[in-house]
């Protein structure tokens, strides 16, 4: 080979590089931004030559009809006469309006089954003076390719978004086995979409479309289907999504302060305040002849001898977390704010539209002042989020069953873990969720879990003489829905159908083992597993 071929090979291999690892393309607040999988490779206006096909995303422009028009629409029925059904339900089975979004079940929205006409869907749109593609039902379709600036537009004057930014939170929730959830937080509310490649047919291209928590709309294409987009590029869109406080930040919160230490008087100055709104700066004299310095921002209210806070959600999270800890290291404040948050969902009693809570050693306790912007921040990113599947408590420095420890989550934060390992060991058998519809993955096999505990003990002697074995410390065992028994090393979890059966055993053991023997190549060997699960539980 001659040395001028050579050097047009190895000028050539950058280039085959980059073509297979096409940078992603963002789009909001009228930037464009190239990514990488780590980083921003280049930033530039958004042109209005930048077109996408629409793909899955014409489904968000019904949903938003439905939403603003009231419509009772019914549930879409599965009956196993259209592949595509796989993106809605099982035979026999409905889904509803809200999952059919998450889903993506076209089936769900097409206009013929919710009876919305050409000329009703014009003029409903032309009102709000949308642009020309979105006038024409008929052209509604994944293969229409618009210009991203004027569907960024659609978006932002789209109506229903707070229902449906609140709803798309499960995309993120559902994303690379709640991977990227861990990477974004709360931060992203999209619908994503994948279509054929511009240049080959035989490719896919997708990515997502929608908004941030604050309501900014934001578009994403690259190479691949959406969901290798949000699993291959979760730490770029980490770096460059901003923190922004969310333009729902949750129902109300009434918080009756220092319930367990009636308050005396308030001070403005030298006068006394007489029961009513509070603004200002103000002096505390409690009965007990302790003073405290607090101020309102028109949130606080006197009635008698109680003070009355009335809260955003996302703010009375803020202020717990300024209270009980820190906004510092970010990874455990993040873990304590949907511990804080899942608490008060739990917790919190219902005073008309509000919940109703009291600021305690009891319960919560709360800031009787605004939140820090660092507080608020990790309210902000973890907006929404909470744990199911288990009962949540939190301390200051005792970790126990479904409880965790401020102090060891700071050292786990100081090692590097981020926050959803950190809940994740403090609540194993939790998963994260959205506020308004707490899920859990991990439905909880507690007579599973107290039988391999037991079990695991007379074993111990035996598995300790194994090369490789090492005794899990934290586990769950969940309740498996369809499919075979398996374990899922991330979350340490184990999914089998139950206990009763010698085989319901042998399937937790077995599972049991792969685990135990994750590090070692004894772990992979089916062959060894099932011998080793035989021999404890049979010989």
Known sequence: MTR???????????????????????????????????????REPLSSGLETPLGSVWKLFVYGWLVDTGAREPAYECRGQSKEEVYCCTAGSKIERDQALVNSCGLYFEPGRLGISGVEWRQYWQARQAPEWLLDLPSLQPATRVPVTELLRALSMIPGQDQARRVLLDVVLNAADGNVVGELGGRLRVKTWSWLDDQDPASRQGGFAGWLA??????????GTSQMILRNYGAALSTVLPVEWPADAGRCVEVGLFSRYPVGRVLAGDRVVAPGHMQGDYRVEFANGNQLDIHSDGELFLTGDKLVARLDREEYVARVLQREARAEPAEAAKALAVAIRTYLLQNASRNGDCLSIDDSSNRQRVAPRPATAESRNIAAWTSDLVLAGSTVTYHSDQPGPNQLSWQQAVEQASTGQRYDAILLHAYPRASLSRWDNPVASCEALSAAQDWLQKQRRGWRQRLESETGYNEVSTFAVCRLTFGRPHVDRERQRIYVRGVLSLQDRLDLTHEYLHLAFEAHPNGQNEAYIEGLARHLLLE
Do not use: H, N
């Open 4 to 42: 001028s071929l050579v050097w047009m090979l190895l000028c050539l291999i950058p280039v085959l590089a980059t073509a297979q690892d096409e940078p992603l393309r963002l789009g909001f607040k009228g930037e464009l931004l190239s990514l990488s999988r780590t980083r921003v490779i280049a």
């Open 214 to 223: 604050d309501g900014t709309p934001v578009w994403a294409g690259g190479r």
